[in-house]
């Protein structure tokens, strides 16, 4: 079996948040047989937009490895989870937006910290550059927080003391539980590791996508220095190297 961890930003998806591009590589691992994940910092609803439109089906990892989402019966056998909703089992390793923001909100005007909590659509769509309906849906967390900008340094230590952690990824840097991309990885591989031998892959662009290029057997990067990761300049090269 062939399991491949996809990072969405600058990843998968280029500058303009389109999954029209994705198409291609995303059907070449489909034929290939490719089960595919989608690991990022994006939201789960986030997420559910990219699914549907590249009709990928497979479980996915939310908000820089604070959950994974298991559509309900997609694996043949039981296995412990934290919640159960309508569509999916939920296995959750990260702490609950409440409180990430309660903490955020505390030392928010110390830091001058500007994040979707306490920001406009207005400000979101500048900073993000997401159109507006992508940016309603990135709004809607449940585990993380996203930093946009802030004034002064030091806000990294007074997270960390309130057991948070903070990961830069390609663009900004992501508040979460003590937790990461890697974790989660793992979750997933040992749940398929109970079908059959697992053949694992990933691709990532940023600096916490490394926990997830860590656990798996193929690391590609795309623009990251990361020593066991094999270079690739752009998602349509694997059409080439894995072919």
């Not at 056998?77 to 409180?99: N, S, V």
């Not at 923001?101 to 910290?113: P, V």
């Amino acid at each position: 079996m062939k399991v491949i961890f996809l990072d969405l930003d600058k990843t998968l998806i280029g500058d303009d948040y389109s999954p029209e591009p994705a198409k291609e590589t995303v059907n070449f691992l489909k034929e290939r047989g490719f089960k595919i994940i989608f690991n990022s910092s994006k939201t789960r609803l986030e997420q559910e937009y990219y699914r549907s439109t590249l009709e990928v089906k497979d479980p996915f990892i939310v908000e820089n490895g604070s959950a994974v989402y298991i559509p309900k019966n997609y694996f043949p056998f039981e296995f412990p989870f934290t919640r159960g909703t309508q569509d999916y089992k939920i296995i959750e390793l990260g702490t609950p937006y409440e409180i990430i923001k309660r903490i955020l909100d505390k030392i928010s005007t110390e830091f001058g910290l500007k994040y979707y909590g306490n920001s406009s659509i207005e400000e979101i769509v500048r900073f993000t550059d997401l159109p507006r309906r992508l940016a309603k849906l990135a709004t809607q967390r449940e585990y993380s927080e996203t930093l946009f900008k802030w004034n002064k340094s030091g806000f990294e230590e007074k997270l960390k003391k309130n057991g948070l952690k903070v990961s830069k990824g390609s663009r900004f840097y992501t508040v979460t539980g003590p937790t990461d991309k890697g974790k989660a990885t793992r979750v997933l591989l040992n749940l398929y590791s109970k079908l059959e031998k697992v053949e694992s892959y990933a691709v990532g662009d940023g600096e916490n996508d490394i926990p997830m290029l860590e656990v798996v057997d193929n690391p590609f990067a795309i623009g990251l220095s990361y020593n066991r990761a094999k270079n690739i300049k752009k998602i349509s090269e694997l059409i080439e190297v894995i072919r």
